[in-house]
């Protein structure tokens, strides 16, 4: 990573001196600047200096705040969950016009931004994980946001095909999760903000994971489940899922994101409910 400047560091400081210990953390005086408003927003004065300190440790800014904007919810963030991402509010945004009044089963649920983001569809959504205090936030961001459709929590172990998985994903008609789809050589590389701070149980993953909501999730459901969307890190692993349903005849495209990166595979039946077919970027 190249050194920033010395000649950065002594405009921050004639700008502001509380802009110095962010420069590290945000390689950028303009980025320094845009955490230390929002810090000035939402902290209450006698905390900034700690919010600073915090901050200049590496320590997300949505942990340090306590929450994250989300489309139209604020969802509480705490160590241990995942922090939601722009890139999962995009491809939301982008799907929840197709949906209404069906049964919604959220894989990985963390701290249930997904599933609490079809809220408003008519629709019957479980969110389940393998993580009870994930499961606590997520049913504190319902309430919170007050999530007026029926809205289930579960835990549950997608890895391992159990009964209870079977009964709590039993006639679900469209299927979605953010799975840990990062490889661990990915990992290693990663910013230290997200790597010493965010839960590695929630990043760290590959195809194990979309083996196991093809094959535990969607499979045991093929008479009832007409489409899935699932999060991915890279273009194999849409290779991977289009390879796993193309024997039950399932049509399966792809969506970029707004920064040009792969980022969603989409499934639907050719005869179901759903034709994401206009939606997705490329067809396969």
């Known amino acids: 990573m190249p050194r920033i400047p010395p000649s950065v560091f002594r405009q921050a400081l004639r700008t502001d001196p509380l802009l110095v210990?962010?420069?590290?953390?945000?390689?950028?005086?303009?980025?320094?600047?845009?955490?230390?408003?929002?810090?000035?927003k939402e902290v209450p004065k006698p905390?900034?200096?700690?919010?600073?300190?915090?901050?200049?440790?590496?320590?997300?800014?949505?942990?340090?705040?306590?929450?994250?904007?989300?489309?139209?919810?604020?969802i509480k963030c705490a160590e241990g969950t995942l922090i939601p991402r722009w890139e999962t509010e995009e491809w939301i945004a982008r799907i929840k016009p197709f949906i209404s009044n069906v049964k919604i089963i959220d894989a990985c649920t963390g701290t249930g931004c997904v599933a609490l983001s079809f809220n408003g569809t008519g629709s019957n959504i479980v969110g389940?994980?393998?993580?009870?205090?994930?499961?606590?936030?997520?049913?504190?961001?319902q309430q919170s946001n007050r999530c007026d459709d029926i809205v289930h929590?579960?835990?549950?172990?997608?890895?391992?095909?159990t009964d209870d998985l079977h009964h709590v994903c039993k006639g679900v008609n469209f299927l979605v999760s953010n799975p840990p789809y990062i490889p661990w050589e990915?990992?290693?590389?990663?910013?230290?903000?997200?790597?010493n701070f965010e839960p590695q149980l929630a990043l760290v993953g590959d195809l194990e994971f979309y083996n196991a909501l093809v094959h535990n999730l969607l499979e045991p459901n093929l008479n009832t489940c007409d489409g899935f969307v699932?999060?991915?890190g890279n273009v194999n692993q849409i290779?991977?899922?289009?390879?796993?349903?193309?024997?039950h005849g399932w049509n399966v495209g792809y969506l970029m994101d707004?920064?040009?990166?792969?980022?969603?595979?989409?499934?639907?039946?050719?005869?179901?409910?759903?034709?994401?077919?206009?939606?997705?970027?490329?067809?396969?």
């Open 230 to 232: 699932f999060e991915v």
């Open 239 to 247: 290779h991977h899922v289009r390879d796993l349903v193309k024997k």
């Open 47 to 74: 905390k900034l200096p700690w919010a600073i300190v915090q901050r200049s440790n590496y320590r997300p800014l949505q942990y340090i705040l306590g929450d994250q904007p989300f489309l139209d919810l604020s």
């Open 258 to 284: 707004s920064a040009g990166y792969h980022r969603c595979v989409v499934g639907w039946k050719p005869d179901g409910r759903f034709d994401f077919k206009k939606l997705c970027d490329f067809v396969y």
């Open 186 to 195: 990915e990992y290693t590389k990663l910013d230290r903000s997200v790597k």
């Open 21 to 40: 210990p962010l420069l590290p953390v945000t390689r950028s005086l303009s980025g320094a600047q845009a955490e230390l408003r929002w810090l000035r």
């Open 128 to 141: 389940i994980d393998i993580d009870t205090s994930c499961l606590s936030l997520a049913k504190f961001n």
């Open 153 to 161: 929590w579960a835990q549950c172990d997608i890895l391992n095909w």
